[in-house]
């Protein structure tokens, strides 16, 4: 059986029941790292469905400091893209999507192969810019693919206006030209899975 998984901001967890999303199997739950004291450990609640602890980088400096658990980070310029796709400790590099000029290219894409990171598209950018969006986006996903680069899309949601439904991730990848077997696998857990081995 596959089990479905969107990436969520701790936030969202005070004001929602998990349990009542039924095409989630698996949550991966951001805990934003900006200061030091942030890294101090804060424990998941237990509840079904299944929790799972992502570290969120505002600062690149900490990543050496995390010993357990995927670490992801936005770069906002071409050169904190490539730093992040550069970096052993990073897994993924959260929307590579850019409001100005282009920050992803053909070489971040063949980095990112070599590094094997996963590339991870936040679907609420599409909502905020949706033309410059889906213009890059489509452009990346060219490169993804070319290189195998592994890619996913999710919520990024800290509050329920955000969640955007597992259906509607999966049409818009199709309609983005990604083909139905990338589709069931990005959106599988199993491709965050095989980053923590």
């Known amino acids: 059986m596959k089990k479905y998984f969107d990436i969520v901001f701790d936030g969202f967890l005070k004001e929602q029941q998990l349990d009542k999303i039924s095409s989630i199997n698996c949550w991966y739950v951001v805990k934003s790292i ?111 693919k070319k290189h195998r680069v592994d890619m996913i899309f999710c919520s990024f949601a800290d509050g329920l206006s955000k969640l955007v439904d597992l259906q509607i991730r999966k049409s818009f990848a199709k309609e983005l030209g990604l083909e139905e077997s990338i589709i069931e696998r990005i959106f599988d857990e199993g491709i965050l899975c095989q980053k923590k081995e």
């Open 34 to 144: 900006k200061k030091k004291e942030d890294l101090i450990s804060s424990n998941l609640p237990s509840i079904k469905p299944e929790l799972k602890k992502l570290y969120f980088l505002e600062d690149l400096s900490f990543a050496t400091q995390i010993k357990n658990g995927l670490i992801v980070a936005r770069g906002r310029t071409a050169d904190e893209v490539s730093r992040i796709l550069a970096s052993k400790q990073i897994d993924i590099l959260a929307n590579p999507i850019s409001s100005d000029k282009p920050i992803f290219d053909e070489e971040c894409a063949r980095v990112a192969s070599e590094g094997k990171k996963i590339i991870a598209f936040d679907m609420n950018e599409f909502r905020r810019q949706p033309y410059k969006a889906i213009k890059q986006a489509k452009f990346i996903i060219t490169l993804l």
